[in-house]
């Protein structure tokens, strides 16, 4: 199990065949990476402010719960913070399992933890100004699934 | 003594990114109405209490959790993380 | 949309990163990778034949439904054939979408008519003699789900 | 004349993986009975039909299809993809 909160840019196939190559045993690797988007064309970056002595250990217990439920060969999650350029990698997951369902399911699981429970928030830096990113209610929603 | 921490726009509005303060406060609540009784950027801050969060030494916590032995209290709008 | 069926390895982490420099406006990129498992510990090989003909316009169809039924960015898919050794990577899937939730559920879609519907076969060469994989119920139930 | 193609153990049982047939049968169920009443090899390939999947001219289809204008038929157990 491996969680890096980091400033600098990942390589997130580097990253997929290190983490493939560390499992044995499993079926099954998936893989969710979060990229920036510039929906209005207008985006300059995307500031991604975060609470440092919150983030590894919510994440950390994330993680513990998907091994445990999913009963996971191996979990990656890899989060940046920082300003981040339209088409930047912000975020990547990647889960192993014996078969496909559960590390689809755990890395959908882990993803919707991060997005409403991992102590980061979005600001968008735009040609006309800076907005914090809403949390979505879709967001919240999809926690009651788990 | 308890550190008080700020992030995203309570951050902004506050002004600042954390303080250390003397509080005889018993819950958040008590702790929050302290705070905008103090200054109108408090006040601003912890306005709507439903697009707030608080996290007591670093796990997330309800507003009327106590504060007895919490070192670090932290504010800030829903996660977006992901 | 590129489908790839090959004999060779593929590198999926050069893959996915491929794959994702090529969209542009995505948010998200899913990625699946089937590995060889060697359960009882005496696998020599798995060998997988095809319906050549067949698989290109099988896997095609069900890719061209994909992409129409989650308004995907992009989406990649990638089968060997041929004799695997265990820790080999058999294939993989990668989607590409403006939202998570329509990635990954294009992304298990793919996999669970790939699993079904395209005319692959895999047989298991052991130490003790060859055996042909039997298809799953649970494989054939999981597309009730689409 | 119509190609008829045998994949995994459908083809081990038949003994060769393709034959060009002349048939009149009407149907993939003729052609089975067909087939079957010809060599014991192909009757115990054909024994059970829920363990067979049948494609005309590579696209999945029924046993009670029709043959007419088709010009490949494949036999073959349940795929095992992915």
């Keep these: 199990m491996r969680l890096s909160v980091q400033e600098q840019p990942f390589d997130a196939g580097a990253e997929l065949n290190a983490f493939t190559a560390g499992v044995s045993g499993a079926g099954a690797v998936v893989s969710f990476t979060g990229i920036v988007r510039d929906l209005s064309g207008t985006l300059r970056a995307m500031e991604i402010e975060h609470y440092p002595g919150m983030t590894q250990s919510a994440i950390s217990a994330i993680m513990d719960e998907a091994m445990t439920r999913w009963s996971l060969s191996d979990a990656l999650v890899i989060h940046r913070y920082g300003a981040l350029k339209p088409g930047a990698q912000i975020m990547m997951v990647a889960t192993a399992s014996a078969h496909r369902l559960a590390a689809f399911e755990a890395a959908e699981f882990l993803m919707d933890y991060l997005k409403s429970r991992a102590p980061f928030w979005k600001k968008e830096i735009g040609l006309d100004g800076a907005e914090w990113v809403a949390a979505k209610d879709e967001d919240e929603a999809a926690l009651t699934r788990w | ?82």
């Design chain 2, 1 to 82: 003594m308890v550190d008080v921490l700020y992030f995203a726009w309570v951050r902004e509005r506050i002004g600042l990114p954390r303080e250390t303060l003397a509080t005889n406060a018993a819950t958040v609540t008590d702790l929050i109405a302290e705070l905008s009784a103090r200054e109108e950027r408090y006040a601003l801050a912890f306005s709507d209490l439903k697009s707030l969060r608080v996290a007591l030494d670093q796990k997330l916590s309800s507003f009327d959790a106590p504060l007895s032995g919490v070192r670090e209290v932290a504010f800030f709008p829903p996660m977006t993380g992901g």
